[in-house]
């Protein structure tokens, strides 16, 4: 896995968050903890902008779904294909439980 680049910029704080950012985070972990919620809230923003825009132009068109008015048929069609034999969920796999080295006395 390879480092991503990176890339020294300036920006202005407010005093206060300023001031909470040197009094809260050591000096040496501050780029890092900037990074992290800045790219926390480019999540946030790229999620907004796609609800936005299925806003506008929605994923599910009801005249290609006309046997699926309301929420009570699209229940009643899960639960039939639940109960078919062509229904296959996923297999989530449990994760392996940490085998850790018995400690000698």
């Given at each position: 896995?390879?480092?991503?680049?990176?890339?020294?910029?300036?920006?202005?704080?407010?005093?206060?968050?300023?001031?909470?950012?040197?009094?809260?985070?050591?000096?040496?972990?501050r780029?890092?903890?900037?990074?992290?919620?800045?790219?926390?809230?480019?999540?946030?923003?790229?999620?907004?902008?796609?609800?936005?825009?299925?806003?506008?132009?929605?994923?599910?068109?009801t005249?290609?779904?006309?046997?699926?008015?309301?929420?009570?048929?699209?229940?009643?069609?899960?639960?039939?294909?639940?109960?078919?034999?062509?229904?296959?969920?996923?297999?989530?796999?449990?994760?392996?439980?940490?085998?850790?080295?018995?400690?000698?006395?």
């Amino acid at each position: 896995m390879s480092t991503p680049s990176l890339e020294r910029i300036n920006v202005n704080f407010p005093r206060p968050v300023l001031d909470d950012l040197r009094r809260l985070v050591p000096a040496k972990r501050r780029s890092e903890v900037i990074a992290r919620a800045t790219a926390r809230e480019l999540r946030r923003l790229k999620l907004a902008a796609q609800f936005e825009t299925l806003e506008h132009t929605p994923a599910w068109r009801t005249e290609e779904y006309a046997y699926l008015p309301d929420g009570m048929a699209i229940d009643s069609f899960v639960a039939k294909l639940r109960a078919s034999s062509t229904y296959a969920p996923a297999r989530v796999q449990a994760p392996m439980a940490s085998r850790r080295k018995a400690q000698r006395e």
